[in-house]
């Protein structure tokens, strides 16, 4: 199993960033994917999850209204739009998939908001 998170970078508050994660090993269309961060000296927290085939949402107080999960199943790659971002959304973004057995982490990618 394999998750390959891209997409991080240093931005200024208020700009957009896309992340994206590839994901191989599992059978992609069936696991529900979600997106976590975790900021230094803070828990990891979950930022938005997207279930399987219906593809509903649900995202955390913080991110909502800013950012936007969604999944193709046809690359097997889930992706997080983060609009208007604040400094308070530095941190690492971890992707996560459960499938039907299991559960999996990327490695994660940097995001930096600051001026």
């Known amino acids: 199993v394999q998750l390959v998170e891209s997409g991080g970078g240093l931005v200024q508050p208020g700009e957009s960033l896309r992340l994206s994660c590839a994901a191989s090993g599992f059978t992609f269309s069936s696991a529900v994917m979600s997106w976590h961060r975790q900021a230094p000296g803070k828990e990891r927290e979950l930022v938005a999850t997207i279930l399987s085939f219906g593809g509903v949402t649900k995202y955390g107080d913080s991110v909502k209204g800013r950012f936007t999960i969604s999944r193709d199943n046809a690359k097997n790659t889930v992706y997080l739009q983060m609009n208007s971002l604040k400094p308070e959304d530095t941190a690492v973004y971890y992707c996560?998939?459960?499938?039907?057995?299991?559960?999996?982490w990327g490695q994660g990618t940097q995001v930096t908001v600051s001026s």
């Open positions: 996560n998939a459960r499938p039907l057995l299991g559960g999996y």
